[in-house]
């Protein structure tokens, strides 16, 4: 196969058609030779049965079921899994991201870069969401030591010996284009159009943005945990200081009674101590999780199987 399309899908049924109408257009420009993954992970919309007749009617089209919810990132490692282009493009469903850049990604890759990345050049998104975004690739790149940047997405193009390496980490907690970012390779980024959402709305609510955040961070680096003892070893500092000088008070005969500040020192340091053992438990409960070595993800049924799954 010389080229593969993977596509999450979750809440998009009714862009599904134009997606695929859209897609074939732009991939018989570049090779006959080509497959569009679509992999349906629990859509509430049942956009499955969209799936079944796109892959009934066209012999390039595979449709891979998850079992259930897994989300979007196990859902796009379903299909690199299952994979086989020379090249392989990444990319959502709702077609934000438009089919016809893949050309441009393309001609990119073929100047000698293994992975290309899309940057939104305009955000077609909400202010809020732009600026959560633009906090939390802030504290990756200081936590990371990565030059990430924040405009680019999961929109990409990489050749197979890169996606092999992505697949190789069989993380629990994965994200996709921080993680192709971190493999290193020769890569690139070229601006490409961000179009609006074709229909309904973003699955990720605040919540589970923040959760996934959180999974990053921990996931990819320790940098949290090496701050709070950092901090830890200032409030000594601070308390030791503090003491000498109470000795000091106490000698001259300048001691102030009351339990104000000390109630209050007492209340800061036990909710420090209690944050500390929280993020000592996301490392831990991170390490659990991995440790049961599930599988990433759970196939209930291939359409178009080629018997290609790895």
């Not at 018989?28 to 892959?55: G, K």
């Not at 859902?75 to 299952?82: F, N, P, R, S």
Request: glycine share 8%; net charge neutral; proline share 2%.
């Amino acid at each position: 196969m010389f080229m593969s399309v993977v596509i999450p899908v979750y809440g998009c049924r009714e862009a599904l058609p134009e997606l695929h109408r859209r897609l074939t257009d732009t991939l018989a420009a570049i090779s006959s030779d080509y497959e569009i993954i679509l992999v349906n992970d629990n859509c509430p919309e049942n956009s499955w049965e969209v799936i079944e007749d796109l892959c009934e009617k066209d012999p390039h089209v595979a449709g891979i079921e998850l079992s259930r919810n897994f989300g979007q990132m196990k859902a796009i490692q379903a299909g690199l899994d299952y994979s086989t282009g020379e090249w392989v493009v990444v990319m959502d469903c709702d077609l934000q991201d438009r089919p016809e850049e893949i050309i441009n990604l393309y001609n990119k890759a073929k100047e000698g870069y293994d992975i290309v990345f899309a940057r939104r050049a305009v955000r077609k998104d909400g202010a809020f969401k732009k600026f959560l975004s633009n906090c939390f690739y802030g504290v990756y790149r200081k936590m990371t030591g990565l030059d990430y940047d924040g405009a680019i997405c999961n929109f990409s193009i990489a050749d197979r010996k890169a996606i092999d390496s992505y697949c190789s980490m069989r993380e629990e907690h994965r994200d996709y284009s921080t993680y192709m970012f971190w493999i290193g390779f020769k890569r690139a980024v070229i601006d490409v159009e961000h179009n609006e959402r074709f229909e309904g709305k973003s699955g990720y609510s605040l919540k589970k943005r923040f959760k996934l955040a959180s999974e990053i961070l921990t996931s990819q680096s320790d940098a949290i945990l090496r701050f709070f003892v950092k901090l830890g070893f200032f409030m000594t500092f601070v308390a030791f200081v503090a003491i000498i000088g109470l000795i000091i008070y106490y000698l001259t005969g300048n001691v102030n009674e009351g339990w104000t500040s000390i109630v209050a020192t007492t209340v800061l340091v036990g909710g420090i101590i209690v944050m500390v053992v929280g993020v000592v438990g996301l490392y831990v409960g991170n390490t659990f999780m991995q440790s049961k070595n599930r599988p990433l993800y759970i196939i209930r049924q291939i359409k178009n199987d080629k018997g290609q799954k790895k």
